[in-house]
């Protein structure tokens, strides 16, 4: 179905992934105001203090080191998305008890999707390369033994 809009209709296709991507952009900036928000509260600070706290903790700052570009910070990779998500849930677990509802849906949300991202993108990539390199990745075809050999298939058309 969703084909169907993009071949038949471009231009509709392409705005509503402009807005869904705009929704998503709105939805994650707002969940991050919710965290410092949260944060500040608790650290009895202003927004901007806790803003650069989290700057300071999730910066990464490039570093040449034997001639490869790379970068550091704070946190190792590893460890980044677990101390998000966990401030996501220790936010969401404030509003709860606060009793505010709709901070908790865009927090819920946030983490949903930092959760799903990883397996969205891959899914994405997987369909992308599949329909640009075909045959290549599709696992039910036998793999030749020799790889000079061409493997066709041919179809004979009925006469009518």
């Not at 300071?56 to 700052?61: W, Y």
């Not at 001639?67 to 460890?79: F, I, N």
């Not at 220790?90 to 009793?99: A, H, K, M, N, V």
């Not at 329909?131 to 036998?142: C, M, Q, T, V």
């Amino acid at each position: 179905m969703l084909l169907k809009l993009i071949f038949r209709a471009p231009k509709i296709a392409g705005v509503l992934l402009l807005l869904a991507l705009v929704a998503l952009a709105s939805s994650m900036s707002y969940a991050g105001f919710l965290v410092v928000g949260v944060v500040s509260d608790y650290f009895g600070t202003g927004r901007v203090v806790a803003g650069l706290l989290f700057g300071i903790l999730f910066a990464r700052l490039p570093l040449v080191r034997q001639g490869k570009l790379r970068t550091v910070g704070l946190l190792p990779k590893p460890a980044r998305l677990p101390v998000i998500v966990a401030l996501l849930a220790f936010c969401l677990l404030t509003y709860l008890y606060r009793g505010a509802l709709v901070p908790v849906v865009f927090l819920g949300f946030a983490i949903c999707f930092l959760l799903a991202w990883p397996r969205i993108r891959k899914m994405a990539m997987d369909r992308a390369l599949s329909s640009i390199f075909g045959s290549l990745f599709k696992p039910g075809r036998p793999r030749p033994a020799d790889e000079s050999i061409i493997d066709v298939e041919f179809r004979e058309k009925k006469d009518r």
